[in-house]
């Protein structure tokens, strides 16, 4: 009897969240393109761009562009989006739905790719004010690989030495002073993402409070004195 395959079931993950993310953007107006995302310094249609870009970088293209970039990671990654955007918004859409089912991945594990997906859907979503009911099989199993991995983002870091516990679901990790939610606001606030702050309860949130702007370094350094 073959085992099942994890990563299979963790693409499909992702598929399914492109997919939504597609509907719920197919009748955005010109103004609601030009939104500015919870993505610092970048609109929802540049958002959904960066989403394009990484769903089809091998680890091959990858490495050239940050080498064609002297190795800029900000500057490679502007550059991928640019490439991506198209000249209207509709262009930027139909580019994110020939990307829809790829599993192209730029060297990252592939659950990391479902939280590219996830909290750069919400990136989007939340400043348009649509609301998604992500599954919480797919919350959970990103929420797990957060709490302890760097791996895009200094999610680990960000809540070393805190016990996260999931309101509407089975997760919770860690030690320390608590800090509760939905699963959803605690995967958004693990990548970083202060406006979901007000959405969690316990001691723990004036930390999370404390470390949201502290640069990399700070953060590994944090982590590492405790």
């Known amino acids: 009897m073959t085992s099942p395959n994890p990563t299979r079931g963790t693409w499909s993950l992702i598929h399914a ?13 010109a103004e609601q393109w030009d939104t500015p995302s919870l993505c610092e310094g970048l609109t929802v249609r540049e958002v959904l761009a960066h989403l394009s870009a990484g769903a089809a970088l091998n680890p091959v293209r990858w490495l050239a562009g940050v080498v064609r970039c002297r190795f800029d990671f900000d500057r490679q990654v502007a550059m991928r989006l640019a490439e991506r955007m198209g000249d209207t918004p509709a262009e930027t859409l139909e580019d994110f739905r020939r990307v829809l089912t790829s599993t192209t991945r730029p060297g990252v ?22 609301r998604r009911d992500h599954p919480v099989a797919a919350l959970s199993a990103l929420a797990a690989y957060y709490q302890g991995s760097d791996l895009p983002v200094l999610s680990r870091s960000r809540v070393h030495g805190l016990r996260l516990t999931a309101s509407d ?9 608590e800090v509760s939610g939905t699963t959803l606001a605690l995967v958004m606030a693990m990548a970083g993402r202060a406006d979901h702050h007000h959405e969690l309860d316990g ?18 350094a944090l982590a590492r004195s405790r």
């Open 203 to 220: 001691d723990g949130v004036a930390v999370l409070h404390e470390r949201h702007g502290l640069g990399p370094a700070q953060l590994r």
């Open 17 to 29: 969240e492109r997919a939504a993310l597609a509907a719920d953007l197919a009748e955005l107006t």
């Open 169 to 177: 679901g089975p997760f919770a990790a860690g030690d320390g002073p």
């Open 109 to 130: 594990p592939v659950t990391a790719m479902l939280g590219e997906t996830i909290v750069h859907g919400e990136d989007i979503r939340r400043p348009l004010g649509i």
